[in-house]
């Protein structure tokens, strides 16, 4: 079977030249294009050489629609705005599109699924094997313990150039500890604290947000009861592992049907 080829969105920041290492190192991909935005001074520049892995001769642009013609997927942290029009043109290409970009919006959401008609989509708020499994675990815990004895709590961490929160992994354990108390997410969380609260509403999902320093991602699930609580927590020390799992996922959507997965469809853990 042929190596895939990907292209990187975003080329130029770090989370692109993440992905353009993976892809370098992961057998069965390679680099099929580069895009940045217009006007951007990377332009032009071999994006091999711009990732630290050397010339590869693929030169970044800003024109995404030439580039998608000619490859079998697009990995994708950008932002919500370029998620979706990068849907579209993945949709018009019928190609893979590794979506691992955050705070999209219920409407950004149903354009991308309205794109995975035609493209084979897989979305995530985080593309890690530890975070998925965590997830996976939450559920479990959220099920088995009652919520009138279990207060659900989740505190994530992000450096400061984050610019959405809660984080997209913090919103995934959210949903995965809503759909183990079998209620939606919405309506039943609180993502802000302030002045004279009250007690605690009963069933609920809280979130903090903590942003600082150079921190890639800490994330810890609190089920907390009288007398005792459980910690469930990951710890991201490297962006490497985020660019793994998409790559990874791109290679497992290869020769899919058209459609909206996720990572648990990836790690085979639905």
Not at 25 to 50: M, N, V
Not at 232 to 258: Q, T, Y
């Amino acid at each position: 079977m042929s190596e895939m080829g990907l292209v990187v969105v975003g080329a130029a920041g770090r989370m692109g030249q993440a992905l353009i290492r993976a892809i370098h190192s992961i057998e069965g991909a390679r680099l099929a294009g580069a895009i940045e935005r217009p006007g951007s001074p990377f332009l032009g520049k071999d994006a091999g050489e711009l990732a630290g892995v050397g010339a590869i001769g693929v030169a970044i642009s800003d024109d995404p629609l030439p580039v998608f013609a000619k490859a079998d997927g697009v990995l994708d942290f950008t932002v919500p705005a370029a998620s979706v029009e990068f849907a579209g043109y993945a949709a018009q290409a019928r190609i893979v599109h590794v979506i691992g970009t955050t705070g999209c919006t219920e409407a950004d959401d149903a354009k991308i699924a309205a794109a995975a008609r035609h493209a084979t989509i897989v979305k995530s708020g985080n593309m890690s094997l530890g975070v998925n499994l965590l997830a996976v675990l939450v559920e479990q815990a959220a099920r088995a313990l009652d919520a009138a004895d279990f207060d659900v709590e989740i505190l994530e961490m992000h450096h400061k150039h984050k610019v959405d929160a809660p984080s997209g992994t913090a919103l995934l354990l959210g949903e995965a500890a809503a759909t183990g108390r079998g209620i939606p997410l919405a309506g039943n969380e609180v993502r802000v604290r302030d002045g004279h609260t009250g007690a605690r509403p009963a069933g609920t999902i809280g979130f903090a947000t903590l942003r600082g320093g150079s921190v890639v991602g800490d994330h810890s699930v609190m089920l907390a009861g009288t007398g005792e609580t459980i910690t469930l927590s990951h710890h991201a020390g490297d962006r490497a592992i985020f660019a793994r799992g998409a790559v990874k996922a791109a290679l497992w959507a290869h020769g899919k049907k058209p459609g909206l997965y996720s990572m648990r469809d990836v790690l085979g853990l639905s």
